[in-house]
């Protein structure tokens, strides 16, 4: 199985240089940036990433943000009907962490799956 492409944002220097060695340790391909801002442009330049691990607290463009593209923070619900995987309080329990950042990637690699099954379907189809 291939490594998990992870994108982890918090504006807390020490404590992504942490959770990403401890992360990395348990074979994860991990990038990181410090702010929201960053991660939308690495988003942007870097398409294999598969999962994103955002803090909701961060000065200019918080979590929710920088998940919606504008402004409107409201609640954890919120970001779950935007998008959002699920929502963890920090610090959390890394087993636990790296439990939903797996729940999270099979999730993207099953729905590229039914996309490329139905690209596929759509394709023969036309050839008949």
């Known amino acids: 199985m291939k490594k ?3 994108l982890l944002v918090d504006d807390e220097k020490a404590f ?3 959770i990403t060695k401890r992360l990395e340790k348990r074979d994860l391909d991990v ?9 939308l442009a690495e988003i942007e330049k870097n398409k294999t990433l598969e999962v994103v691990v955002l803090d909701v607290k ?3 463009m918080d979590g929710i943000q920088t998940l ?3 402004a409107t923070v409201e ?5 779950m009907k935007l998008g959002a995987f699920d929502y963890l309080m920090k610090p959390c329990d890394i087993d636990t962490l ?3 950042v797996k729940g999270a990637a099979a999730k993207k690699r099953e729905h590229e799956e039914k996309i490329t099954e139905a690209r596929i379907k759509e394709i023969t189809e036309r050839r008949v």
């Open 16 to 18: 992504l240089d942490t």
């Open 31 to 39: 990038s990181t940036v410090y702010s929201g801002k960053e991660a």
């Open 4 to 6: 998990i492409k992870l």
């Open 75 to 79: 609640t954890a619900i919120d970001g």
């Open 98 to 100: 790296i439990g939903k």
């Open 68 to 70: 919606t593209g504008h």
């Open 58 to 60: 961060m000065p200019e």
